[in-house]
């Protein structure tokens, strides 16, 4: 098996999460006691955090380019960047890497397309509900039409997440305010829902939506776990 590196840490709630499903999912393919061969590189989310408020895309690029070669320096195989909002900067990244860099949007999308969704709801940080990085990957590369909620509901999300997920703090109150969130993206035509932030699987789980689930991060492990596999 392929060394797994990944850039962790925001937050580390979700970064704690893909370790464990990395390890799961191995194990899972391979039997008996393997686990995933890994790194984990894990940067410090409150610069980062403030960086983002500040739009500083550029400096946040170069620090997780910086990280990447790090983990590649480090022995890893392939590189994966364990948080859906600062894919924003996956350029700067691939283009520092020489092994692989495997973005978090291409499987979901890939899975969306085999599930036949066409009209997707999105769920995620409002970097990644509201700008292109995210949702142009899924459009260009899996013909996929993203609805977000609408302003207020796209506040709620995102408030959650910084203030409560990435905290590792979980209400029953804020799950229902995504579910009601998911209910309205159905109304509206979505078929699914996608998961585009790495801590809403510690709060919504298949179980708990109106809509069939796309869960980024099981996705993205899964992906790495198979590449490494060389499936």
């Not at 970064?15 to 393919?29: D, V």
């Not at 999308?109 to 509201?130: C, I, N, Q, W």
């Not at 579910?179 to 035509?189: F, H, K, V, Y």
């Not at 980024?216 to 776990?225: D, G, I, N, R």
């Amino acid at each position: 098996m392929k060394t797994i590196g990944v850039i962790g840490g925001m937050s580390w709630e979700s970064s704690a999460e893909y370790y464990r499903l990395l390890n799961r999912y191995a194990k899972t393919r391979l039997g008996g006691h393997h686990n995933a061969r890994s790194l984990l590189l894990t940067v410090d989310f409150a610069p980062i955090e403030a960086a983002q408020r500040a739009g500083d895309w550029d400096a946040l690029g170069a620090q997780l380019a910086d990280a990447a070669t790090q983990l590649e320096r480090g022995g890893a195989d392939v590189v994966l960047l364990a948080t859906n909002t600062m894919h924003r900067v996956a350029p700067a990244i691939a283009a520092a890497l020489r092994v692989p860099f495997l973005h978090i949007a291409e499987p979901t999308g890939a899975a969306l397309k085999a599930a036949g969704v066409s009209r997707v709801g999105l769920l995620g940080t409002r970097y990644t509900m509201e700008q292109e990085f995210y949702t142009s990957v899924l459009r260009e590369r899996f013909g996929l039409d993203t609805l977000a909620p609408d302003e207020a509901g796209r506040e709620d999300v995102h408030r959650i997440i910084y203030d409560e997920l990435c905290h590792g703090v979980i209400h029953d109150a804020s799950r229902a305010v995504y579910q009601r969130e998911i209910d309205a993206l159905a109304s509206r035509g979505a078929q699914a829902v996608i998961l585009g932030c790495t801590e809403i699987t510690l709060l919504i789980k298949p179980e708990d939506a109106s809509l069939p689930v796309f869960d980024t991060t099981a996705l993205h492990v899964q992906a790495a776990v198979d590449w490494a596999l060389g499936v």
